[in-house]
């Protein structure tokens, strides 16, 4: 059973608009969050994370937003921009003061159109 | 060389050959990463190593089999493996700070194994 969900393989923005890519999470043990980019042939980028005690963590174009009581958390880019299109990737771990591995959903392919 | 970096880039093996996939991160971390994605499928994690030591096998098949001599270096030694082994296998690494837990993970390019 997927205990990271990202419902939309793909999405088509407008670029100069907001994209907004979502992912869902079943394992309330989760508490650190992150999203990552990847292009084809290349690995995974870090892109920007949030930790559980806090709702939004910004980075330039890059907000991501979490809302625990619904298990659902949310990247923004504004403006979108063509480099941006690109495979999004949502992963979560249960911290707890080691190293852990990250617990993956499928991904998002997002297109932004000129 | 900088960030992670993995060897070979491509692979094709036969069913009958043992090989290994090399990983070397440049980071200056502590804790390394295997993990495999297969077609449609999310990333899956494989093995971790905190410190030189395997702290996590996520019921991986004894043909996949990881070394990991210091905390720069990480192999997958491979034999006698199923054509369903095909797939992207990516090592990544990461800083652990004592009482927060591993930060973000840096993943390297990975490499692209065939088991014809």
């Known amino acids: 059973d997927q205990q990271v969900k990202q419902n939309s393989p793909s999405l088509s923005v407008q670029e100069g608009r907001i994209s907004i890519l979502n992912c869902d999470y079943t394992n309330s043990m989760f508490d650190y969050f992150l999203w990552y980019k990847k292009y084809p042939a290349e690995g995974p980028t870090f892109l920007i994370s949030i930790s559980s005690i806090k709702d939004k963590n910004e980075d330039g174009r890059f907000t991501v937003f979490l809302n625990k009581s619904a298990k659902h958390l949310s990247l923004h880019i504004v403006p979108s921009q063509p480099g941006d299109s690109a495979v999004y990737f949502c992963a979560a771990s249960e911290g707890g003061g080691g190293a852990d591995g990250l617990t993956f959903g499928k991904g998002t392919h997002l297109i932004i159109q000129p | 060389e900088t960030g992670v970096t993995q060897t070979p880039r491509h692979l094709v093996m036969g069913m009958t050959n043992k090989k290994s996939l090399k990983c070397e991160q440049h980071l200056g971390h502590n804790a390394m990463y295997w993990y495999k994605q297969s077609a449609k499928k999310p990333l899956e994690l494989m093995f971790v190593?905190?410190?030189?030591?395997?702290?996590e096998n996520n019921s991986v098949p004894s043909r996949f089999s990881p070394e990991c001599p210091n905390s720069s270096h990480l192999f997958l030694h491979l034999h006698t493996l199923q054509p369903e082994d095909s797939a992207l296998y990516l090592c990544?690494?990461?800083?652990?700070?004592?009482?927060?837990?591993?930060?973000?993970?840096?993943f390297g390019p990975g490499t692209r194994l065939t088991v014809t």
């Open positions: 990544a690494s990461s800083q652990v700070m004592i009482g927060q837990g591993a930060g973000e993970q840096y």
């Open positions: 190593y905190n410190f030189k030591e395997q702290t």
